[in-house]
């Protein structure tokens, strides 16, 4: 070996070894795998960074009045920075829980709950809740819990009467319902956009899937030509062979050659036209015989309980279902009950359809929820045959293959799936004159189909992919009706709830003005320096005003501790009774008039 070719299969040392292409799998597959893996940390941390700065910007919205608002104790702001910042932290995790802390915030400082320090963390807070939950029992239940908590309190704290809890109803309504209502409205408008794009994206597949099936029903056509033309010429071919083989002249060899060109000839023809009926999709000759299913449906189930899969089989027939009902027996049917009908005696068209739709539900359950169980239930009657094969949710630790996180497990979509198989077994069952159905349920997903024993020709479809689309549609249409009543709700419950709180309060406005009537007879009853406590018990539950002095009213008597003020009629605001004590005993009584009146 010269020098030259020395030099060419030198390696440094620790290289990667000889030969060509060496270590270079290793080395793309590795770099992809960092650049991948840098891309998603890139991702994960901008993100974080990005609810971080939100929660941060939501904390400082909450926060900014407790250093220059005053409207409660300071002691109370100093806990309330702790506090509210752990609820813009949890908001996300734990809304409900986040949007309490303002509201026990404000009902620990007064108990008509509104103050201007919290009543923006409760106003966001709300807004979030509503943004950020889907059941909405948990709400409205911490909303009647909070109004029902200010009630006891306005029964039960020194100085507080029912106006205070007429105050924290209008505050818990204008303050945390309204945000509440607008942010769910907001999450069915994001929900309607997000299924906006769903249905432009199954729309977008549907029209892939008409396309590919007008290319192939054109080759079928274009085969359909070849069997006419190559048909055709074929036959002359053997007419010619017959020709040549009963010509004069002819000895026996050739005779007997252009016998087997005929023979060939006319199999050629009959292997062509039985090709190209496969190749012919004419969807209008539904009465011709399908090929027959040598498996049964308990020998596929039996075969996919072999493999390890936990199914179930239920059959019920006609005839088990009188005996149950004359035996009033329930749950005859269990797995592998009705093995014994003959599956043969179902038409062919009809036996096919249910093969191929258990088949395809099993195949979707074991791909989309591996792990569940299955249960195929058929009940077979006299003109009719039910099956339906549901399958459960994916147990925790076996998660479902080609899922997309946050879709879910068992159910066939967009996300795990182009749903072709379901819209073939729809074609299918529908050409058998039946009707198919698959829809998810509270914990997996069930396929319906209902066969009748005595199909009739019908007519195709209106278009294709015409049940994807329909699907797509009806939940386009639910979700804008969501946004529409969500809309509707954010108008009206406001309304609805002031208006009622109004009448609540205008009634209740009625009955303290009647019970603060003091009667002519009790007030000439009254004498100057009866003790207070024998008083008290004749006088009225309620006064005129027991927050302030009446507007205009003289000044009280000197020396005097307290006066009272009380109604001389129910609607009447002038004149008015006054009693006034001092050093526990009436000092002095008698009737006054308000000064804007007299002026």
């Not at 060899?253 to 005929?262: F, H, T, Y």
């Not at 096919?352 to 258990?358: C, E, T």
């Not at 791909?367 to 045959?385: F, L, N």
């Not at 927050?547 to 205009?552: L, V």
């Amino acid at each position: 070996m010269n020098s030259s070719a020395r030099a060419r299969t030198r390696r440094p040392a620790g290289g990667p070894a000889a030969g060509p292409g060496a270590g270079r799998p290793d080395g793309v597959h590795g770099r992809f795998r960092d650049r991948l893996k840098g891309r998603l940390g890139e991702g994960l941390r901008r993100r974080r960074v990005r609810e971080a700065l939100a929660d941060l910007a939501l904390f400082l919205f909450m926060a900014y009045p407790l250093p220059f608002l005053t409207d409660v104790p300071v002691w109370l702001r100093v806990v309330a920075a702790p506090l509210l910042a752990a609820a813009a932290a949890m908001s996300r995790r734990a809304p409900l829980a986040a949007a309490t802390v303002p509201a026990v915030l404000g009902l620990t400082a007064t108990p008509e709950l509104f103050t201007s320090t919290f009543a923006p963390g409760l106003v966001a807070l709300s807004f979030l809740l509503g943004r950020r939950t889907q059941d909405v029992r948990p709400s409205l239940i911490a909303a009647v819990l909070l109004c029902a908590a200010g009630l006891v309190l306005a029964l039960t704290l020194p100085g507080a009467d029912l106006w205070a809890w007429f105050t924290l109803v209008s505050t818990v309504l204008f303050a945390a319902v309204l945000p509440w209502l607008l942010g769910r409205f907001r999450r069915q408008q994001y929900e309607l956009h997000s299924a906006g794009w769903e249905l432009a994206a199954r729309m977008e597949r549907e029209q892939q899937l008409v396309a590919e099936r007008t290319r192939l029903r054109e080759r079928s056509r274009i085969a359909g030509d070849m069997h006419d033309s190559l048909g055709h010429d074929l036959s002359l071919i053997a007419v010619r062979a017959a020709a040549l083989q009963v010509s004069a002249g002819v000895d026996a060899d050739a005779s007997a050659s252009a016998a087997e060109l005929r023979q060939a000839a006319a199999d050629a023809t009959e292997r062509l036209r039985q090709i190209i009926g496969l190749l012919r999709q004419d969807t209008t000759e539904l009465h011709q015989e399908p090929p027959t299913v040598s498996e049964t449906v308990p020998d596929l189930v039996a075969r996919t309980a072999a493999s390890g899969v936990d199914i179930t089989l239920r059959h019920h027939t006609a005839q088990e279902a009188t005996e149950e009902a004359d035996a009033g027996e329930a749950g005859a049917g269990e797995a592998g009950e009705g093995a014994e009908s003959d599956p043969s005696r179902l038409p062919p068209l009809v036996d096919r359809a249910l093969h191929r739709v258990v088949q395809e539900a099993i195949t979707n359950a074991t791909k989309h929820a591996p792990g569940s169980a299955i249960t195929v239930e058929i009940r077979q009657r006299s003109t009719e045959v039910d099956v339906t094969v549901r399958n459960g949710s994916v147990p925790e630790a076996v998660p479902a293959a080609g899922a997309d996180a946050g879709a879910d497990a068992g159910q066939p979509g967009p996300g795990g799936g182009s749903g072709t198989g379901l819209i073939s077994l729809d074609e299918r069952v529908r050409q058998a004159g039946g009707t198919f159905r698959a829809h998810p349920t509270d914990d997996g997903y069930e396929v319906t189909a209902h066969l009748p024993l005595t199909a009739e020709p019908i007519p195709p479809a209106a278009f294709e992919g015409g049940a994807g689309i329909s699907r797509s549609r009806e939940e386009l249409a639910q979700a804008r009706q969501r946004v529409r009543r969500g809309m509707v709700n954010v108008l009206w419950i406001p309304v609805a709830a002031t208006a009622a709180l109004a009448v609540l309060m205008y009634g209740f406005q009625l009955y303290t003005s009647h019970q603060s009537v003091l009667p002519q007879h009790t007030f000439e009853d009254l004498r100057t320096g009866d003790a207070e406590t024998s008083v008290t018990p004749r006088l009225p539950s309620y006064e005129f005003d027991e927050e302030s002095r009446p507007y205009g009213a003289p000044p009280d008597p000197p020396h005097t501790d307290e006066c009272r003020f009380y109604r001389t009629a129910t609607f009447d605001n002038s004149p008015l009774y006054r009693l006034c004590f001092a050093d526990g005993r009436l000092s002095h009584k008698d009737r006054v008039t308000n000064e804007r009146d007299d002026g």
